[in-house]
Structure formats: C-alpha cells, structure tokens
C-alpha cells in the first residue's frame, strides 16, 4: 500500500474515534460531576409546609394542554431514537376558598412546534388564572411560563404571580415566552434562599440547574397526601430512577442547562424516592405518570 492511501485510512480511523467518543458524549453519556452536593431536608419541607396557618389544598386539578414529541434519548442519554410523547401540563391546586397555579403552558403560538394543542384545555386554564389567587412557575421556559406570557390580563395577574429573583433576572431562558421588560422590572420577586412556604401545604425548593430560576414545589394536600412537583429537573420519572439526564446535545447545545447541577438533584431525588415511597413524584413532562394520577385520582382531569 502507497503512502497515501495508508494516511487517508489512518485519518478515517482517527475521525472515526473521535467521531464516536463525541456521539457518546453527546447522545449516550450521563455521567456526573466529580464533586459537589445537593440535597432536600424533607423534614424541614414539612415543618415549612405547616408554617402557613389555613386549611390545606383539597384536591389538584391538571390541564394537558398540549404535546412534544421527542426522540428517547434527548428524554434519557442513551435510550435510543423511538419517539416519545411529552405532555405540557398545568395544575390547580384548588384549596377551599382560594385556588393556586402551578406552570401556565404555552399557547398556540408558541406552540407551533408541538404535535398536538389542546385548546379547550388551554382556555380553561386561562379562565382559571383569572380567579387564582396565587400563580408559580417551576422555571422560566416557554412551555411553563408561555401562558402566562401570553395571557390578555397579564398585567393584572402580576398581582398574583409570584416570580422569583432568579427567573426575573434570566428572561434570555424565557425566548419567545420573555415577559415584556416593564412587567419583569416591576414584578416583586420571591427571595429566598432553600425553601419557600407560600401557602399552606405549599413549599417551594430551591433547583437551579436547568434554568437559573429551577425549583420544585412540595404540596400536602388536608388528607396528608403529598406531591414533590419537579419542574424540569426530570422530564420523567425514568431520568430519576435511572438517575440519569437528558443526552448532553440537548442539555448543551439547546437547552444551555448546568448538566452537572442537574445530576446532583437526580441523585437526591432518587435517594428521596427510595426512602419515600409515599411522596408522589411529578415529573415535568411524563406522560405515563400522568396518566396513573389521573386513574388513581391523584389528579382531577380538568380546571375547576
Ligand atoms: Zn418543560
């Protein structure tokens, strides 16, 4: 064999390398950080969580307002190509004489790159923010803030929506859901440091990882049931049990997530799970965990 040919075949081989250790890197590692921590002090969630006197939520409404469709793997690192469903939801926690939000979806609009969109959910959700007496978003993302974005009465609703420090002073991760410049400047934002008691039953915890303003929020409702809601820390159930995160194409390159925080709060919960078996875990965007708490009445199907 010439020269030539043998240096071609050596370059081809080294690209091919290369090649498969950034595919790996990319689509199939979920490695974790070498160093770091993060934890949840659930016992004091729960002091928090009856720090607020009032009665406690009663029952938790959800709206599906629309779907993604997403290929396996950009859900799970390594799962392959298969398509998967991702539902958008919100929820209304309705307590006896007052109603909250959590998550607010996306409208039409903005949802033009969903493969389905659930107006009538959507104007029931819209109607429903009208009477709410308190609105949370789990992180500033378009399919968790975009309702609110886009919602006729914003400017009213501000009275209500509880925006914290962090999602006001990220509106770049909101994109085409950003909130206009005068309504984030004037929003009073929720400072806090972990945990945030901000009705009775209802805390929020502090998660920044796939957005600066990430946090989770911990409801237990009268009856002593209890939901940890995970914003888009998990988009399912599969990444904490797993403890594995979204492929890295997407969590860098689409996302600009902080993949190593991320991982840290996977492994929490998936320590949380395990000794907690009764806590329900409510992933951002799982639709077989949706479908099990609408069967199980875990959710009610539809605002109130
Ligand atoms: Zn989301």
Avoid: C
């Avoid at 928090?48 to 006197?53: E, F, K, M, R, T």
């Avoid at 903005?110 to 992180?139: C, E, N, P, Q, W």
């Avoid at 929506?161 to 770049?172: G, M």
């Amino acid at each position: 064999m010439g020269k030539w040919p043998q240096r071609i075949l050596i370059t081809l081989g080294v690209l091919a390398v290369i090649g498969g250790a950034a595919y790996y890197w990319l689509i199939v590692d979920s490695s974790g950080p070498s160093g770091g921590s993060y934890s949840i002090d659930m016992a004091e969630v729960r002091r928090l969580a009856d720090s607020i006197p009032g009665d406690k939520v009663q029952e938790i409404h959800v709206e599906h307002v629309a779907s993604f469709t997403f290929p396996a793997t950009a859900i799970v690192a390594g799962d392959g190509w298969d398509t998967k469903d991702v539902p958008v939801q919100s929820y209304q926690l309705v307590f006896p004489d007052h109603t909250a939000i959590i998550d607010t979806a996306l409208d039409k609009e903005l949802g033009k790159d969903t493969t389905a969109f659930y107006s009538d959910a959507y104007d029931r959700m819209i109607a429903a923010m009208d009477t709410a007496s308190l609105i949370v978003i789990t992180h500033e993302h378009l399919d968790h803030i975009g309702g609110l974005a886009h919602d006729p009465h914003l400017r009213q609703l501000m009275n209500v929506v509880k925006l914290t420090k962090e999602q006001i002073a990220s509106p770049e991760y909101m994109t085409s859901a950003r909130l206009p410049d005068d309504v984030l400047a004037s929003a009073k934002p929720l400072v806090y440091d972990r945990y945030l008691a901000i009705a009775p039953g209802v805390v929020l915890i502090k998660a920044p990882g796939h957005t600066p303003g990430s946090q989770m929020v911990f409801v237990q409702r009268a009856d002593g049931t209890e939901y940890l809601f995970l914003g888009d820390v998990a988009w399912t159930l599969r990444n904490v049990e797993l403890v594995r995160e979204r492929a890295r194409l997407v969590t860098r390159f689409f996302l600009n997530e902080d993949h190593d925080a991320v991982m840290l709060e996977l492994a929490e919960l998936h320590r949380i799970h395990e000794a907690e078996p009764n806590l329900h875990i409510i992933p951002g965007h799982d639709a077989s965990v949706l479908a099990d708490a609408l069967k199980t009445g875990l959710f009610i199907d539809k605002f109130k």
